[in-house]
C-alpha cells in the first residue's frame, strides 16, 4: 500500500541553524500538508500546499517557515533559524483531493539545542 | 475555549468493553477527522465524516453536524486498540484543528 515517507526520522541541530524537513507524499495527491506536535500538546496544523503554492497556513507558520516542492516528489518544509521552541515532532499528510482522506507520514522529530 | 474539545481526556476499559469518545466543535467546519495516535508517535487516519455515520470494522463514528458533535465508538474493545484518538475538524479552506486526544488503555 502505498504511503508517506519522511526523512530524517530524527534530527538534532544548533539553535539559529537552519533544516529542512523531506517528504514524499504519495504519488498521485495532490494536496499536501505539515502539522507539528509539540511534546505532550496537541497537534498543530502549519500549513497545506496545492499547485505549487501554499493555499492555507496558521499564525505558526511565519517567516522562518518555507516550504516547497522542488520535484515531482518531495515535499519539504524549511526552517531558518531554530528556535528552542521548535523542538516538535513535525509530519507531512497528503491527500488526493481536499475532501478526501489525510495520510500521514511517520514524522520527523526535531530537537533544537 | 478550545475549538475543539474532547472527552474523556484518559479512558481505560477491560477488553471486550463498548468504547465511546466524544468530540464537540465550536466552529463551522466542511469536516470532521477521527485520527488514530500510537505510542511510537504515528498517526493513522480512521475516519474522514461530513454526515451521518461511518463503519469500519469495529470503529464506528457519528457526526451530528446541527448540534456540532462526533462520537467514536469501538466495539469488542482489545488491548491492540490502546493509542491516543485525535478529533479534528476542516474548517475553511485546508486549515485543520485538532482536539487534545483522548488517551485509551485497553487492560486485557
Known amino acids: 500500500e502505498p504511503e508517506v515517507t519522511q526523512t530524517p526520522s530524527h534530527q538534532v541541530t544548533q539553535m539559529g541553524q537552519e533544516v529542512i524537513l523531506r517528504c514524499v507524499p504519495i504519488?498521485?495527491?495532490?494536496?499536501f500538508y505539515w502539522y507539528r506536535q509539540i511534546l505532550g500538546q496537541k497537534v498543530e496544523f502549519l500549513v497545506s500546499f496545492y499547485n505549487n503554492e501554499i493555499s492555507e497556513k496558521s499564525e505558526i507558520f511565519d517567516d522562518q517557515f518555507s516550504v516547497e516542492r522542488p520535484d515531482g516528489s518531495n515535499f519539504t518544509l524549511k526552517i531558518r533559524s531554530t528556535k528552542l521552541e521548535d523542538s516538535a515532532m513535525y509530519f507531512c499528510a497528503s491527500s488526493r483531493q481536499v475532501q478526501e482522506t489525510q495520510y500521514f507520514g511517520p514524522g520527523t522529530r526535531l530537537l533544537v539545542l | 475555549k478550545n475549538e475543539v474539545e474532547q472527552s474523556p481526556q484518559n479512558l481505560t476499559a477491560q477488553e471486550g468493553e463498548f468504547i465511546t469518545i466524544n468530540c464537540s466543535y465550536s466552529?463551522?467546519?466542511?469536516?470532521l477527522h477521527w485520527l488514530q495516535q500510537h505510542p511510537g508517535g504515528g498517526i493513522v487516519s480512521l475516519f474522514m465524516l461530513s454526515s451521518g455515520k461511518k463503519k469500519h470494522g469495529r470503529l464506528i463514528a457519528t457526526i451530528n453536524i446541527q448540534e456540532k458533535h462526533s462520537s467514536l465508538h469501538i466495539t469488542a474493545s482489545h488491548p491492540r486498540d490502546s493509542a491516543v484518538y485525535i478529533c479534528?475538524?476542516?474548517?475553511?479552506?485546508?486549515?485543520?484543528?485538532f482536539g487534545a486526544g483522548t488517551r485509551l488503555t485497553v487492560k486485557p
Open positions: 479534528a475538524v476542516r474548517s475553511g479552506n485546508n486549515d485543520m484543528r
Open positions: 466552529v463551522g467546519i466542511s469536516a
Open positions: 504519488s498521485n495527491h495532490l494536496y
